[in-house]
């Protein structure tokens, strides 16, 4: 349990910056259509974006990384909604935050790296 919360120093913290961009938008597109209990999830992973840039973890990392690779499952798995060019749009918006904490995931010092 030490390990998830454990601050990672060496992590790099711009790999949060796309998983806060889509948060970023998707709050903004839920506080348009429902308000703050449509936007609550996307403020909250907002929140963990900023928390993981001033103090990475394991845990923040796997918290941010299992909904968008959710997500962008889904949205694969549903190509018939929209256009191609929605659902092209939208499978990126999972898929390249979900790239990007895979490609620079938050190694120990102790862990060596790829």
Known sequence: MKALVQRRPNAVRWA????ALVSALFATMGWGEEGLSAAWPFLLMLLLCLIQWVYPTLLGWILLLLP???YAIVVAATPGNGTPGDYLFFLLCGAVPAAVLLLFRPWSDKAPRR
């Open 16 to 19: 949060y910056l796309p998983v």
């Open 68 to 70: 968008c690779v959710t």
